[in-house]
């Protein structure tokens, strides 16, 4: 009978502990401050471009909520659902969540640069390097799992920080909950944990393994984990089908220098922290006690290097390195002068480069500042894309334009369709479908059907009535099975804007099927 107040009073003990860390920084008026210019910043700017590709996606997935989906794990469509039923489908809607999160970030690892020993100066130094790093201001700025993940990993590598300062075996079922959702949002969260249990049993914690809480933190993970588990071994394991498409698509692309490169690339000034901070964790006794977080970064590098993953997904650990970097930079900068000095040195450093981080221009200001960097600097930072291409904007920034137009153009083909009923749309890849799934709501549009990504699951098998009519949205103009299927085919627009990454997709309108749309429709299926 006294279980419950037990687990009851524990959990209140684990959560009180956080808070505190939490408060101790929260009192410092200069952290939450940080936190809100970070909010205001990534706020102020949404609409400079369009909705990005993977926004209309995971947006699309909110739709459909569901224990998992092609490739990526449930939680991302989860809030998806929670942010478009309360905010709806603009574009504030779909960047309110990572603005917010961002600010958490900032609170969060100030907490960590506390835990390790930090003061005030650091802490506050902390937030500051991580304002200037590109990838944060980038990351913050779309809905993505990303941005999720660096909250979750960070907050994963606090607890274990918590814990090693407090030696309180209750946060271990807290660290349980957080592993099992980071994992709930992106699988990469294996390679962080796997790192953890690799390292532990180097270090004075070995004994760990052996206490209840840590196996009932474990199953406590495995619990919150469970229905995406369930989710893929009754389909299969798509996860599988999608890395090996991920490594034949793109990371085949990869190579270690510019994978090298791209980590210093990637927080730009910021990087003075995440080097510092690496070494200082590394070699310092002032957080000999932490070493091994050093080298489960070095791990989660050299990993992801090896597996030839793509360079941000080493981001989940450079908050960490940051923090680090902050406690060291707070132990070498003893006099006043110099600590301000260097913080206005790395503002000045990392303002030319904002436009790389986010859209503080709209696209053609943006045009012209990568004309610049090119033309009188003789660099193309941040425009290379996937394929390994250059173009005129980043592949984000691209990735960014032409949708609401694409959108107006299948509205305007959408009203010359007289049986509405008899019709739908057709998206050939995500961004294609999304655009019309989300931005379509605007226009009243039918959700766009698609057999890309996680729109394969929600494909109707047959269509009643039969079809008379398709919206046809490719890149391409139509296949030869679709111009022997529709007696006439009308394109009716395209995406007219060079630089956006869908420029010349185009809607067509098909109508007067030559067979039974339904039959050419099954087989279609049965090829997939």
């Known amino acids: 009978m006294q279980l419950l107040p037990s687990c009851t009073k524990s959990f209140s003990f684990i959560t009180c502990g956080m808070k505190n860390s939490i408060l101790t920084v929260t009192k410092d008026p200069l952290i939450p401050m940080m936190a809100l210019i970070s909010i ?17 996606l995971y947006f699309s997935l909110g739709m459909h909520p569901a224990a998992g989906y092609a490739s990526v794990p449930p939680l991302t469509g989860w809030i998806a659902w929670i942010m478009q039923s309360i905010f709806g489908y603009s574009v504030f809607a779909v960047r309110l969540f990572p603005a917010l999160l961002g600010g958490a970030l900032i609170i969060l690892v100030a907490s960590v640069t506390r835990e390790l020993g930090g003061s005030k100066y650091a802490a506050f130094l902390s937030s500051v390097g ?27 590598i606090f607890l274990v920080i918590k814990y090693i300062n407090s030696n309180n075996g209750n946060i271990l079922i807290l660290l349980g ?79 270690a220098p510019l994978f090298l490169t791209e980590q210093l690339i990637m927080p730009f000034a910021g990087s003075f922290f995440t080097v510092a901070g690496l070494i200082f964790l590394l070699t310092s006794d002032k957080l000999k006690s932490y070493r091994f977080l050093g080298w489960l970064a070095l791990f989660v590098i050299g990993g992801l290097l090896l597996l ?63 004309e610049f960097q090119e033309d009188k600097l003789g ?51 995500y961004g294609q479908a999304g655009a019309i799934t989300v931005i379509g709501k605007k226009y009243g549009l039918p959700e766009a059907i698609s057999f890309s990504e996680s729109f394969q699951y929600w494909i109707p098998r047959q269509f009643e009535p039969d079809i008379k009519s398709v ?28 630089h956006s990454r869908e420029y010349r997709t185009a809607v067509y309108l098909c109508e007067e099927p030559a067979r039974s749309f339904n039959d050419f429709w099954t087989e279609r299926i049965n090829a997939e």
């Not at 002068?337 to 200001?365: A, E, H, M, N, S």
């Not at 609401?404 to 057709?426: H, N, P, Q, W």
Request: some cysteine; overall charge negative.
């Open 40 to 56: 205001f910043i990534h706020l102020i700017i949404i609409n400079n471009l369009e909705y990005h590709r993977d926004e209309l």
């Open 177 to 255: 909950i957080f592993s099992g959702l980071a994992l709930l949002n992106k699988y990469l969260t294996v390679l962080l944990l796997a790192g953890l249990f690799a390292m532990i049993p180097f270090t004075k914690h070995r004994y760990v393994f052996l206490e209840r809480k840590f196996l009932a933190g474990l199953a406590a993970g495995l619990l919150v984990f469970l229905p995406n588990l369930i989710w893929q071994f009754y389909r299969g394991f798509p996860v599988f089908n999608h890395m090996s498409e991920l490594y034949d698509t793109q990371l085949v692309h990869t190579d």
């Open 379 to 429: 660099i193309d930072l941040g425009r290379r894309f996937e394929d390994g291409t250059i173009h005129s904007l980043p592949q984000d920034y691209a990735d960014m334009l032409g949708w609401v137009e694409l959108t107006t153009v299948a509205d305007s083909a959408y009203r010359m369709v007289r049986d509405k009923g008899a019709c739908f749309i057709y998206g050939e890849n």
């Open 130 to 156: 991580l304002m200037i790093s590109i990838f944060f201001q980038r990351t913050y700025f779309l809905f993505q799992p990303v941005h999720i993940e660096i909250f979750l990993w960070t907050l994963i």
């Open 308 to 370: 030839k993953g793509k360079s941000y997904y080493t981001l989940g650990v450079f908050p960490l390195l940051i923090a680090s970097g902050a406690v060291a930079y707070e132990q070498w900068l003893s006099e006043i002068w110099k600590r301000i000095l260097f913080i206005v040195i790395l503002i000045l450093v990392t303002l030319p480069v904002v436009p790389i981080g986010i859209p503080v221009f709209k696209t053609p200001g943006l045009i012209k500042y990568f």
């Open 471 to 498: 919206l046809y949205i490719n890149d391409e103009e139509p296949g030869e099975d679709v111009r022997a299927l529709f007696s006439r085919i009308t394109m009716v627009g395209s995406i007219s804007n060079p």
